[in-house]
């Protein structure tokens, strides 16, 4: 399903950023919430600590996938493509936007606060769109081989 665009602004208006958004998003798609993860998000934002390093819409993209394909108790397994699909991402990403720095995707030097840039909005996204495009390939697949 498409990112709701008011949705993504009363987020962000609530002070939440690029990674923490993604992952309510998606949290909020399957009927939860997970606030200890949310908060756990926060260090992601603005590429990580809002240093303009790795892209925190990217690393959010990861750990979704994480949460859908990831191993979270001993009796689980994670997705056997679990790695492949983070991959396809980042190079998705890489693609599409560039670079995967968060100050060269915004072509400006974060400073510190909590302003959520605009332009992040498209890329969120942009990029739960890919994720739910890798989960739909990668699990609806495996789901269609087991019943066969």
Do not use: N
């Not at 939440?16 to 260090?43: N, T, V, W, Y």
Request: charged residues 25%; negative net charge.
């Amino acid at each position: 399903m498409p990112v709701d665009g008011f949705r993504l602004f009363q987020l962000a208006a609530q002070g939440f950023c690029c990674s923490q958004i993604l992952l309510i998003i998606g949290l909020e798609e399957e009927g939860k919430d997970a606030p200890e993860l949310i908060r756990a998000m926060h260090g992601l934002c603005g590429g990580m600590g809002r240093s303009g390093a790795t892209c925190g819409v990217l690393t959010g993209g990861a750990c979704l996938l994480g949460l859908v394909a990831g191993k979270g108790t001993v009796s689980e397994q994670s997705h056997p493509q679990i790695h492949r699909m983070v991959q396809e991402l980042l190079e998705w990403f890489e693609e599409t936007y560039g670079s995967l720095l968060c100050e060269d995707i915004l072509h400006y030097k974060l400073e510190e606060g909590t302003d959520y840039p605009v332009k992040c909005g498209s890329t969120i996204s942009a990029t739960y769109d890919k994720v739910q495009e890798l989960v739909a390939t990668y699990l609806e697949t495996e789901k269609d081989d087991e019943e066969c």
